[in-house]
């Protein structure tokens, strides 16, 4: 691929460094990533990933701008308040960095549109605020064959994985780490119990990077790895996770062969 000079210029920090140099620049402006949620995880992942010059980023939300939204969620400001999510966020992308596509999808993240959704991108990051799609994107991201960062935060710690159990072992799956959904109720939203919004900041930048080192195949993968944040004691934890031979996902003998809505496909068939 050749870079144009303004390009030259844009990513020279990035051409210069041995890991990365101009294939990996090349690779990273041919690649895609679906970011879901642009909230507070998902504002300095995208940022990052827009400058990064990610060739081709979509966002997925379907609500709009809240002045509470503010204390973390970077990618929106004043002007944004009461506008769509992805629309504040496109705009910011596009401003940062013109060679980047950005693809808006105003839509709640479901199992009748998250097939379609992944299967468009390279790489899928998780930002989202909820535990139903967090199972739901690790279980579509394994069906469809997709490697999924995922990162979650509440009050002042974070935690964050990738998981590409579809390459078999020793890959585990988000099931293969928490088994289930907590029940509802018991693990509370950060609407709930609050958090300090520059923890967003490192836990989504980290994320970025996880992105980034999947697209450039550099460095140790996060797979089979959780790292976990905890911002007031200022310490960061690595714990390994190993694949669940009884995972219902992945696992040897799996009970989730399909989506909810659809139709399982026949006893040994490929998924
Ligand atoms: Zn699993």
């Known amino acids: 691929m ?14 210069i460094l041995k890991e990365v140099g101009g294939e990996g620049q090349a690779r990273l ?32 939300d379907d609500d709009t701008v809240d002045l509470s939204n503010l204390q973390r969620q970077v990618v929106h400001d004043m002007a ?20 980047v596509v950005v693809e808006v999808h105003r839509t709640r993240l479901g199992p009748g549109n998250v097939r379609d959704l992944i299967a468009a991108y390279d790489i899928v990051a998780d930002g989202s605020d909820n535990f139903a799609t967090r199972f739901l994107l690790n279980d579509a991201c394994y069906l469809v064959g997709r490697t999924l960062v995922s990162a979650a935060m509440l009050r002042f710690d974070g935690q964050i994985s990738t998981f590409k159990a579809h390459l078999g072992a020793p890959h585990p799956c988000y099931r293969c780490v928490f088994p289930e959904p907590p029940p509802p109720g018991l693990v509370p939203s950060c ?12 836990v989504g930048s980290l994320q970025a990077l996880e992105v980034l080192k999947e697209l450039l ?3 140790d993968s996060l797979s089979g790895r959780l790292m976990l944040y905890d911002a007031l004691a200022a310490s960061f934890r690595t714990v390994r996770v190993k694949p669940d031979p009884d995972c219902p996902l992945c696992g040897a003998h799996p009970t989730i062969t399909a989506l909810p809505g659809e139709a399982a496909p026949p006893a040994g068939a490929p998924t």
Not at 191 to 202: D, H, I, K, N, R
């Open 217 to 219: 195949g550099i460095g």
């Open 2 to 15: 050749d870079f144009n000079d303004s390009q030259i210029e844009r990513y020279s920090r990035h051409i």
């Open 191 to 202: 609407s709930e119990a609050g958090v300090l919004g520059a923890l967003a900041g490192t």
């Open 80 to 99: 944004s308040v009461g506008q769509a999510k992805v629309d504040s966020a496109a705009a910011r992308l596009r401003a940062i960095n013109p060679d």
């Open 29 to 60: 402006l041919a690649g895609s990533v679906l970011v879901v949620g642009a909230g507070g995880l998902g504002a300095p992942l995208l940022l990052y990933l827009a400058a990064a010059g990610v060739g081709r980023i979509g966002i997925v």
